[in-house]
């Protein structure tokens, strides 16, 4: 099972449903993916930021994760989905 951070960007211009777009990765991702606010001192498989825009670029560096996906459009969401579904079939293989 992988680890993950979400973030959401302050939503000044939202250009899509960012909360619809989360569930939508829940739904797709589970059992496979758990998903929970970014605390301190927690390492992370990956970080999902997820922007209303294309404004947005913080990184949030403070948060420690091996990779990082940044949702900036209703269409990035098959791609992000096809990268995850790669690592997530990466650590079931290690982890065999």
């Keep these: 099972m992988l680890r993950a951070a979400i973030k ?12 619809a777009r989360y569930a939508d990765f829940q739904q797709r991702l589970a059992p496979s993916v758990t998903f929970e606010l970014p605390r301190e001192g927690v390492h992370y498989d990956f970080l999902l930021i997820i922007t209303g825009c294309h404004a947005c670029h913080y990184e949030y560096e403070e948060i420690e994760a091996e990779r990082r996906f940044y949702c900036t459009a209703y269409e990035d969401f098959e791609p992000i989905i096809r990268e995850i579904e790669q690592l997530i079939h990466l650590r079931e293989e290690t982890d065999k």
């Design 8 to 19: 959401f960007c302050g939503g000044c211009n939202p250009r899509y449903d960012r909360g």
